[in-house]
Structure formats: structure tokens, C-alpha cells
T-cell receptor, first 112, second 111 residues
């Protein structure tokens, strides 16, 4: 069965370090998204991609970057981790731009 | 920019009672999606509404899209402990047509 996999599931890092969260999907979806989830804020869009070599900023993109070199992967990089980036991060993909999202299991990131 | 408000933030019910969560937007929506997230889990898609006034049912769950396409509701009849989780609406509309999630309603069901 097709799936979307995030790694690691849990990560603890120090302030100022660069961190990369992996997202790999086997749905062959062109559309991929990164969200962060915090209490009281729901899910907020960080970055998204509509295809290889395409990346776009979401509503909370500062301090984050993504790259899309193939269809399957959209890694999320925190250039210099800050305590405010402690959160649960979800990757998602969709068949079409308006289609429902398939979410990964999430990565819980703690920045100390 | 587009905002999506969801109420209530939290609802505690006795098993067998009904439950409703409401989603309101400041702008007209092209469509709205509903997701359920179990504790410790990830959001799972439930349904999408597109048409004005649309009503869809999934067993004990009833989803409605408002006539003006600015609001939506999810109603659960006779809740069960398996309904526990956070219910999110996700609305698409406005100039960017991006999918914006509501803040979610956490449902607790007491047996």
C-alpha cells in the first residue's frame, strides 16, 4: 500500500543547530506540504510544493526551507533551530491541488 | 487574510449524547474539508463539501456546508468512546485558495 513516512519520529536538538526532517511518500503525488501543530493554533502551513523543483512559502515559513529534487521526497530544514520551533511537524501529500491530504505520522521536535 | 474560526475548542460529553462543532470563515469558501485526529495520531480525512447548502452523512456523522459557503458544521449523533479526538475543519477560499485549518475541537467522551 502507498504511504507517507516521516523520520525521525522524535528529535531533540539544541538552539542554533541545523535540523532536517524527512518526508517520503509512495503515492506518486505531485503535491506535498509541511505543517506544524501547536496547541491553540491548529495546523499551520510552513512550505508546500506542487512538483519537482517547485517550492512555495506558507503562512509560517520564516526559519524553514524545503527542496524538491524528486517526486517522493520533501525534506524540511530548520537553518538555525530556535526554541519557538519546538512543535509537532506533519508532512502531507495530495493527488490534486484541491484533493484531501494524506498525512504522515508526524515528527515531534524539541529545541532546547 | 483568510481566517477560519472553529468552536468550541473543547467539548466533554457523556457517551450517547450528541456533539456539534462549528467552523466559520471570514470569506466565501470554494470547499471545506473535515479531518479527525485521534490522541497521539495524525489527521485523517473524513469528508469534503463543495456545494452551497450541501449535507453529507457518514453513519452517525452529519456534515453541512452553509448556504453562503462561509460556515460548516459536523454533528455526531449518540457519541461513542471511539469518537474521541480532535476534529478539524480545513477551508479553501479567498485570493490564494490555500487550505487553512481551523484550530480544532477536542471531543472527550465519558463512558
Amino acid at each position: 500500500d502507498a504511504e507517507i513516512t516521516q523520520s525521525p519520529r522524535h528529535k531533540i536538538t539544541e538552539t542554533g543547530r541545523q535540523v532536517t526532517l524527512a518526508c517520503h511518500q509512495t503515492w506518486n503525488h505531485n503535491n506535498m506540504f509541511w505543517y506544524r501543530q501547536d496547541l491553540g493554533h491548529g495546523l499551520r502551513l510552513i512550505h508546500y510544493s506542487y512538483g519537482v523543483q517547485d517550492t512555495n512559502k506558507g503562512e509560517v515559513s520564516d526559519g524553514y526551507s524545503v527542496s524538491r529534487s524528486n517526486t517522493e521526497d520533501l525534506p524540511l530544514t530548520l537553518e538555525s533551530a530556535a526554541s519557538s520551533q519546538t512543535s509537532v511537524y506533519f508532512c502531507a501529500s495530495s493527488e490534486a491541488r484541491n484533493s484531501p491530504l494524506h498525512f504522515g505520522n508526524g515528527t515531534r521536535l524539541t529545541v532546547t | 487574510g483568510q481566517q477560519v474560526m472553529q468552536i468550541p475548542q473543547y467539548q466533554h460529553v457523556q457517551e450517547g449524547e450528541d456533539f456539534t462543532t462549528y467552523c466559520n470563515s471570514s470569506t466565501t469558501l470554494s470547499n471545506i474539508q473535515w479531518y479527525k485526529q485521534r490522541p497521539g495520531g495524525h489527521p485523517v480525512f473524513l469528508i469534503q463539501l463543495v456545494k452551497s447548502g450541501e449535507v453529507k452523512k457518514q453513519k452517525r456523522l452529519t456534515f453541512q456546508f452553509g448556504e453562503a459557503k462561509k460556515n460548516s458544521s459536523l454533528h455526531i449523533t449518540a457519541t461513542q468512546t471511539t469518537d474521541v479526538g480532535t476534529y478539524f475543519c480545513a477551508a479553501r477560499g479567498g485570493a490564494t485558495n490555500k487550505l487553512i485549518f481551523g484550530t480544532g475541537t477536542l471531543l472527550a467522551v465519558q463512558p
